[in-house]
Nanobody, 124 residues
Framework: QVQLVESGGGLVQPGGSLRLSCAAS????????IAWFRQAPGKEREGVSC????????YYADSVKGRFTISRDNAKNTMYLKMNSLKPEDTAVYYC?????????????????WGQGTQVTVSS
């Protein structure tokens, strides 16, 4: 079965860190673009970070640049999002995605396979 399964969300205090994982099954992630999105209550889903499949370029939303790091481990068929210096405004459901494309125009990111989402809550 082709799917993405996320883990690693939770409750963390401001300034803390979390690492989200997204394990792929039923296919190989190696050659696909990978991305993380998030959706806060009452807001539209937004792109957080992406690694392009065409040239390996990495993109980050301005709001997370310098704090979040996207990565992949092809041997484990898994992608990650390491989040440092978390802020209350980072609170959202985070989704991993693949089978698509991304670039410098964040509005154009388009992906066809999504994880189920994992809740991240930043609060004291």
């Amino acid at each position: 079965q082709v799917q993405l399964v996320e883990s690693g969300g939770g409750l963390v205090q401001p300034g803390g860190s979390l690492r989200l994982s997204c394990a792929a099954s039923g296919f190989t992630l190696d050659y696909y673009a990978i991305a993380w999105f998030r959706q806060a209550p009452g807001k539209e889903r937004e792109g957080v970070s992406c690694i392009s499949s065409s040239d390996g370029s990495v993109y980050y939303a301005d709001s997370v640049k310098g704090r979040f790091t996207i990565s992949r481990d092809n041997a484990k068929n898994t992608m990650y999002l390491k989040m440092n210096s978390l802020k209350p405004e980072d609170t959202a459901v985070y989704y991993c995605a693949t089978e698509g494309s991304c670039g410098s125009d964040y509005e154009s990111w388009s992906f066809g396979l999504w994880g189920q989402g994992t809740q991240v809550t930043v609060s004291s």
